[in-house]
């Protein structure tokens, strides 16, 4: 008994390899479970308990395969992706696939896994599948270490016939992965080797760039490659600026777009610094802003891109105030062009966008979740509780429409009060964006220090 518990534990201990694709402890219990039957430890081997035929709750095939290979790995398995219509067949005929090894098949969903509808040939063909599928599955000899898996969106994916007891009987649902788990995978699939130390050291921020930008597997792939054809044409190794780069501005190559009229880039310069400065303020210094740029391309002629450390710090904790800050965020290209310019030269595109966000939020906030449109007033917070649970009626969403115009201006104004009070920082950033073009997160920060330095000596001096 001694020997068996070793044993367990060595198992146990090397099936944890697979938990940097997503930490799923019942899949790692399963791997286990799956090791004894091919070690032969349990007599008779007891399927009913381990299952012959079991479902990953994930859509993200790429991360089910590999799973499922590090799971077939870590309990001496081999693994087989199985053609959805050979799988049909073969249980319709009653044949099994032709190996003695212990195998772990992957079938994707296909027509075997839909609820039969209507009475044609091929609909009966389904219904006959599904109701052999059973007794295909407990007729498999017990020494045979055969194991079948699918994945979908949800265990209701599959038809009901095969979500009961001797079909997929058993299902595991998978959580997303961590931040960190994500950064992790994308460094590997990138190589680690051609990977500066701002790349290596933050796996977790690396996560957050992908969950804001590239977040499904096809254009994740795609930031993988573009990284990866910039470390071979410039022979150096990637920083975190490559990914943040891309992160804003796309995986595409292409040559730089000419420069606007000095008047027109100190007014995009102007409206981007505004952006970058309420996103610093207005959040105690825990958002300084990854990029500020003027590198224009076909969509935009600036950007501000939030720190990716303030936004990840944002994931499961959304308060009032942190849907405030966006939309405070948001404004801030708008009123800084209003301050610098004054209203009649305010630019009448520029800021659409921003507007447009800036509604969306102010509307959720006073229509789905009950805040009033004055909250930083004492005493309101007992008003507007009663919310919308359903599409608005027209009532309602003209209710909706007048309280967020009112939250809007309110924040504009605290907005401006705050761009008036921090201008020279304003004016310093608006400067150094038009000489360099593009300013990352340490440039940003050693601009607003400088600022600060110089605003505390001119207090002290004053106070003398």
């Not at 301050?339 to 969306?360: C, F, K, Q």
Request: glycine share 6%; with cysteine.
């Amino acid at each position: 008994m001694q020997a068996q518990n070793s044993r367990f534990d060595q198992i146990h201990s090397r099936s944890s390899a697979f938990y940097k694709l997503g930490r799923v402890s019942m899949l790692e219990q399963w791997s286990v479970e799956l090791s004894r039957l091919v070690q032969k430890w349990t007599s008779p081997p007891r399927w009913h308990i381990v299952g012959r035929a079991v479902m990953l709750v994930l859509e993200d095939q790429k991360k089910v395969i590999r799973m499922l290979q590090e799971v077939a790995k870590s309990s001496g398995m081999g693994f087989v992706e199985l053609d959805p219509g050979v799988w049909m067949e073969s249980v319709l005929s009653g044949e099994y696939p032709d190996t003695d090894e212990p195998t772990l098949f992957h079938i994707r969903q296909g027509q075997w896994s839909i609820q039969p509808e209507g009475y044609s040939e091929d609909q009966e063909r389904i219904r006959l599948f599904q109701l052999k599928l059973p007794k295909y599955l407990s007729d498999i000899p017990p020494d045979r270490v055969m194991v079948f898996a699918t994945s979908g969106e949800a265990f209701t994916s599959l038809s009901e016939p095969l979500r009961s007891l001797g079909a997929f009987d058993r299902h595991f649902i998978v959580p997303d992965s961590s931040l960190e788990e994500r950064g992790n995978h994308f460094l590997d699939a990138v190589g680690r080797s051609i990977c500066g130390a701002s790349l290596l050291e933050h796996p977790h921020k690396i996560g957050k760039v992908l969950d804001e930008e590239f977040d499904d597997p096809r254009r994740e792939g795609l930031a993988q490659i573009s990284l990866q054809r910039l470390a071979h044409r410039e022979g150096r190794l990637l920083q975190f600026n490559d990914l943040a780069f891309i992160g804003s501005y796309g995986t595409s190559e292409t040559d730089r777009f000419p420069d606007f009229s000095e008047k027109t880039m100190r007014k995009v310069a102007s409206h981007e610094a505004g952006h970058a400065l309420i996103a610093i303020v207005d959040s105690d210094e825990e958002n300084i802003p990854e990029i500020v740029s003027l590198v224009a391309n076909h969509a935009f002629k600036g950007l501000m891109t939030d720190s990716y450390v303030y936004q990840a710090s944002l994931d499961g904790r959304f308060s009032y105030r942190d849907i405030r800050h966006m939309i405070r965020v948001l404004l801030a290209g708008r009123a800084a062009e209003e301050l610098v310019n004054g209203p009649e030269h305010m630019g009448v595109w520029s800021a659409r966008d921003d507007l447009v966000h800036a509604t969306s939020r102010a509307r959720d906030l006073v229509g789905r979740y009950g805040f009033p449109e004055n909250l930083e007033d004492v005493g309101t917070t007992q008003f507007n509780l009663a919310v919308c649970d359903k599409e608005p009626s027209i009532s309602q969403d003209a209710r909706m429409d007048e309280k967020s115009s009112i939250f809007l201006s309110r924040q504009y104004a605290a907005v401006m009060e705050m761009l008036q009070m921090h201008q020279r920082f304003l004016d310093a950033l608006t400067e150094k964006l038009l000489q360099e073009r593009y300013l990352d997160q340490k440039e940003i920060a050693e601009i607003w220090r400088n600022y600060k330095d110089v605003a505390k000596q001119s207090n002290q001096a004053i106070a003398a």
